[in-house]
């Protein structure tokens, strides 16, 4: 049972390139998130699918597009990369029962040149 | 005004000393609090949950919370160097999370 995983692990992009972090996870959870952690920011998050099928934004999703392929896989996608959005990426799952229990996977270090 | 307010810290104690973690939010529609815990390149793990206003013990960690004042507080009995890590407090109303900035404790053996 892995629980969040998270690929790539680290990343490096020059401005204007375009990636795609992936998540995916295997507890059968309803709800998946994607947060931004930035030095004295705090975690904030991007994006946020409460269901398969839908997606919703979050505090700060300007820059950013998500696909939830199915239930298990939720991936976030830079179309065009800015040095502001060097940060460390999270996934997280929620089962939908306990609020806030929120299973975090280990991040993408993403930096932008 | 943030939703949540935190203490960046750093926070540094000797081992054994008693921790003390706060938070603030503003948004009196929450209901539930938790502490999340996140080592050094790692995602944050959930580490204490309370529903309402209250205490909640669980081993050397007591999360407390004042709905009155709107005050998350975290305590830590007897600290340990594996303590060390940065605190997030978070609150929701149910699907979302919004969290503080992150307190981070050194605990010094």
């Known amino acids: 049972n892995a629980g969040v995983t998270q690929t790539p692990k680290f990343q490096v992009l020059k401005t204007g390139q375009s990636m795609t972090l992936q998540c995916a996870q295997d507890?059968?959870?309803?709800?998946m998130y994607w947060y931004r952690q930035d030095p004295g920011m705090g975690l904030r998050l991007i994006y946020y699918s409460a269901s398969e099928g839908t997606t919703d934004k979050g505090e700060v999703p300007n820059g950013y597009n998500v696909s939830r392929l199915n239930k298990r896989e939720f991936s976030l996608r830079l179309e065009s990369a800015a040095p502001s959005q060097t940060s460390v990426y999270f996934c997280?799952?929620?089962?939908?029962?306990?609020?806030?229990?929120?299973?975090f996977g280990p991040g993408t270090r993403l930096t932008v040149l | 005004q943030k939703e949540v307010e935190q203490d960046p810290g750093p926070l540094s104690v000797p081992e054994g000393a008693i921790v003390s973690l706060n938070c603030t939010y503003s948004?009196?529609?929450?209901?539930?609090f938790m502490w999340y815990r996140q080592y050094s390149r790692k995602g944050p793990e959930l580490l204490m949950y309370t529903y309402s206003s209250g205490n909640k013990e669980d081993g050397r960690f007591t999360a407390q919370v004042d709905k009155s004042s709107k005050y998350i507080s975290l305590f830590i009995r007897d600290s340990q160097p594996s303590d060390s890590a940065t605190y997030l407090c978070a609150t929701t109303g149910y699907s979302t999370l919004t969290f503080g900035k992150g307190t981070m404790l050194l605990v010094s053996p």
């Open positions: 507890m059968n959870h309803n709800s």
């Open positions: 948004n009196s529609a929450f209901q539930y």
């Open positions: 997280a799952s929620w089962s939908g029962t306990r609020a806030g229990e929120q299973f």
